[in-house]
């Protein structure tokens, strides 16, 4: 059992957590969801030991070291595989070695690069089980070709990601603790976490946007509110959850409707008996007559202090927040174009002096989405490259209608973060792109879920989550009638990927994404194009 004991933690002299509980029985998953920033990640180093709680309590499960996976290897750039994965390779080798270097250290035991490389070799025995347990699992994550010697600033995400899955899987943990796990993994590499977090039979705790993945395995979800610091746990999936938000919001807003119909019918009584009194008065100098109207007004007066109760009163309904309604309402379209857009005839694709894929076919038409899939290194990105123009096709061809526009989301860093745009602010990139007036600009931007102070912020001081959210208002803006998304739900928390799907809900052009995100798969593709089906031998 993981509880979680109201927990508080401040930095930068900002409440980050105030009194966050919760607690997980073994072989239960919560899911921690919440916008960026709101403080997940220092909740899960909290829980992992890396960062000390202000106050609260934590007692957790007994049995061995916690399986902790964290966001990033951010700093660590310079370490091998073997260093900061001990437990990936077993005792492959491990015995050899230390024998070597216990030999070495009798000749020169002083010797601090002896002495650490001893520790770290100990370490590699005792983190866990032997090679022959392992070997499944690194088949299973595609890491047989991965050395113990490379440095991790030499790796991709999807290896980075992958190598602390089998670690934390490897070491057999009581405690599952991970943070974004199918962050750059591919479709396999989702399925292959979300089955292992299905059998792991202690407590769980796991920070994701991936909302196909906390319905498959969360048992509760715990909702991090980013402006108070505080937590609630709701029971059941992330379906459960959204199904409970959206019912309180609606009572809420029900709730404060029908509040604000008996406050202004008070006001009205209350306008009516003030008037009343005022005319009893000023039409009679007699004493028992404005005696009476007196009379009157201290029911006015007795009205006012109920109203002003009720106002002050806990059981008070504040105005509910707006709902998402979506980026900018909906994607604009200026012309439709033509009914076929894109086709790609009989193509195959290289890079790097590897063939990727051969003999790939399909058509994108006005109002369809077409969403493209496969392993990590299958090529999903040169295709998009390759429809747009900038990289040359093999064999085949690939016919773009002279009436398509585009609009690319790159998945690398928008290209507003680099170069002169960088120095400009979301405000000025707007104003560039379309004529308009700079509140125009901001309201714009408020609906991509930029805030007052981001809009007049150079870009390159943004986050990378909101630097993507600029880069989608300045492609809806050129009114294009084809999108072409490479991974476009990245760096975009729960709250952003649902408003961009609800925008996107409404688009009447074609859309071809590149994405991993089931949920978005299951909601839109009308047609999904494998490549790993289209791999080059």
Known sequence: MLTIDSISKELGGRVVLRAVSFTVPPGQAAGVVGANGAGKSTLLRIIAGEL????????????????????????????????????????????????????????????PALVAAYDRVLARLAAGPAEAAIEPLREALGLRDISREAHLGELSGGELTRLGLLSVAASQPPLLLLDEPTNHLDLAGIEWVQAFVRRFRGPAVVVSHDRALLDACAQQIVEVDGATGTAESFAGNYSAYAEEKARRAADQLERYRRQQREERHLKEVISAVESRSRSIENKSIDFYVRKRAKKVARRAVTLKARVERQLESAEHVTRPGRALQGFAGSFHVEEQGAALLVSVMNVALAAGGRRLVEGLSFDVRRGQTTVITGPNGAGKTTLLRAILGAHDVSEGRIAFSASATPGYLAQSEPASAVGQEAAMTPVE???????????????????????????????RELSYGERRRLALALMVLGGANLLVLDEPTNHLDLPSQEAFETALAGYDGAVIAVTHDRYFIEQFADEVVDLGAFAAV
Do not use: C
């Open 52 to 111: 000390a709680a202000d106050s609260g309590r934590i007692q957790l499960p007994r049995g061995g070291p916690i399986g902790y996976l964290p966001q990033g290897y951010s700093g660590r750039e310079g370490e091998t595989v073997a260093e900061a994965f001990p437990g990936v390779f077993g005792g492959e080798g491990s015995s050899e070695e230390l024998e070597r270097l216990g030999h070495e250290l009798a000749l020169d035991p002083y010797n």
């Open 429 to 459: 990139l707007l104003r560039r792109k379309r004529p308009m007036t700079d509140g125009e600009a901001s309201n714009v931007l408020h609906r991509f879920l930029l805030g007052h102070t981001q809009v007049r912020t150079p870009v």
